[in-house]
């Protein structure tokens, strides 16, 4: 094999990172990984104090089935690396007169969707057919492209699909038409606050996620969301890539009009390589890690971007039984509109805002000592809002009294582990753009071959991947990116080989 030794050079090991590496390594490149952290995941790590492990960010385990597709590319199994439950219900939703369990049964969901509104159902089965159909042009083919023209896309199949994957019609036009019940309709709008844009905003091809919630289910690799992390870490090592820890890249060297090096902040060594790809912040990588000349977007392109939300986390230790919890669980008790209005027009902390509570211990005892619970809250706010530590105070008593009156439990004096983690953190650990945690809004002008390039303009072998580029936000989008851009490799090389 005639690339059988070329060098690649990675930058940052979250999943984009880690499923990159192992592609190319396995088609036999040399494969090395920088990450700043001490460790691998981005994102995806996790805290380990006081007996308590928290999954510092992704919680959801949705469509099961891409990430089974990429192990059994390699001829393995997610079973090889974990167990994998699916939960029932999937997740609880708090509303202020009432608590609404998903259960995993759809003909239990369509039961429950009657009860609410009287032919609801039969609108939904109709709906879960259509974003089946999504998903398996959405997922599998459309977003599997590197996206970097409007001319990958003009293929007759695939124009004819675009009618079917309804790029033009908002979600919420679609559910608002059709559903009349105010929680039913926020039922079926909360996937897409993963998706950081406004229902009125995202285009209706995202039903694919009530498709992935309602039908593929909820699930959980026993030992935490870390499990997939530590598989695709291990084979990783398995293919043969080096990782290489608290190894902050400072800066991207080119050469006519090629990266001939990067260089690493502590050591100052240069490291050459044939190929380079930045998983980390995209905006970081263009704006800090490139000379000027070689920046493809200014400032305005990226403030004119519409970011999604960031968040403030808050892992919590509490001794005792939480009652009423669920794994997942979903606090819509107060104004869904103006807590939206608040993080995305207004750009300010959210008055008394929806949030989400994992309880990972629920399912999985090992997570906490023996007698308390693991309670992680999940709170979205606006992006670059300045993160003031009473700002994060006042939500987090706002919090806390809202969970002490719905589930009717004294918390509070019950809390033995506290730690925040929001705008602030964002920026420093990963140099997120505004202290963003979701990337680019999926909103129709930020989608396919509108968002931030996969391969530079102008540097031939420097690539991109992550959640601020093609396909966006998400574990599954994001492993897809990493995919895609080790794909886009393997061909580039190929081709200067013939």
Same mark, same amino acid.
């Given at each position: ?59 959801? $385990? ?79 083919? /459309? ?9 990958? $896309? ?39 606050? /993963? ?300 081709? $200067?080989?013939?």
């Amino acid at each position: 094999m005639k690339n059988q030794r070329k060098k690649i050079s990675i930058i940052g090991s979250g999943i984009s990172g880690l499923t990159a590496a192992i592609d190319l390594a396995n088609k036999g490149y040399d494969v090395q990984v920088f990450e700043k952290l001490n460790t691998y995941g981005g994102r995806g790590r996790i805290i380990n104090e006081k007996g308590f492990q928290f999954d510092m960010g992704p919680s959801w $385990y949705w469509m099961p089935d891409l990430f089974e597709a990429f192990f059994n590319k390699h001829c393995k199994s997610t079973s090889d690396y974990f167990n994998l439950i699916r939960l029932d219900p999937s997740y609880r939703i708090f509303f202020k007169d009432q608590k609404l369990d998903s259960p995993a049964d759809i003909n239990e969901v369509y039961k429950l969707f009657e009860e609410l509104e009287t032919g609801s159902s039969i609108w939904l089965k109709s709906y879960l057919k259509k974003a089946g159909e999504k998903y398996e042009i959405g997922m599998k083919e /459309f977003i599997r492209k590197p996206s970097l023209s409007i001319l990958e $896309y003009l293929d007759i199949r695939l124009i004819k699909s675009a009618f079917q994957l309804q790029l033009t019609r908002s979600i919420e036009s679609i559910i608002h038409k059709n559903i009349r019940s105010e929680k039913l309709r926020m039922w079926l709008k909360f996937p897409i606050l /993963f998706l950081g844009a406004k229902p009125k905003d995202t285009p209706a091809l995202y039903s694919l996620m009530n498709y992935a919630d309602l039908i593929l289910g909820t699930w959980y690799p026993e030992g935490g969301i870390t499990k997939l992390f530590d598989a695709l870490y291990s084979l990783a090592l398995e293919k043969g890539a080096r990782f290489f820890f608290n190894s902050e890249v400072s800066k991207i060297n080119i050469s006519q009009d090629k990266v001939n090096s990067i260089s690493l902040k502590e050591s100052l060594e240069e490291i050459e390589s044939d190929f380079f790809i930045s998983t980390a912040d995209y905006h970081f990588t263009d704006s800090q890690l490139l000379d000027k000349p070689y920046r493809q977007y200014s400032e305005d392109y990226w403030n004119n971007r519409v970011i999604a939300p960031s968040a403030l986390i808050i892992y919590l230790g509490i001794l005792g039984n939480v009652e009423g919890l669920l794994h997942h669980n979903l606090f819509f008790d107060t104004d869904f509109y103006r807590h939206t209005d608040e993080i995305y027009d207004s750009k300010q902390w959210p008055s008394s805002p929806m949030f989400y509570i994992c309880a990972a211990s629920k399912s999985d005892k090992k997570v906490a000592p023996e007698h308390h619970e693991n309670v992680f809250v999940l709170i979205p706010i606006a992006p670059d809002v300045e993160d003031r530590e009473d700002s994060r105070n006042r939500i987090f008593n706002n919090v806390i009294q809202r969970m002490e009156n719905i589930l009717n439990l004294k918390i509070r004096e019950r809390i033995v582990f506290t730690k925040f983690y929001s705008i602030n953190e964002f920026k420093s650990d990963y140099h997120s753009f505004k202290g963003n945690a979701y990337g680019l809004s999926n909103i129709i002008k930020q989608t396919a071959w509108m968002k931030p390039r996969m391969r530079h303009k102008k540097i031939r072998n420097l690539y991109f991947a992550g959640q601020l580029t093609h396909p966006g936000p998400g574990l599954p989008p994001s492993m897809i990116s990493g995919e895609i851009v080790a794909q886009m490799i393997i061909k580039e090389s190929c081709r $200067y080989d013939e």
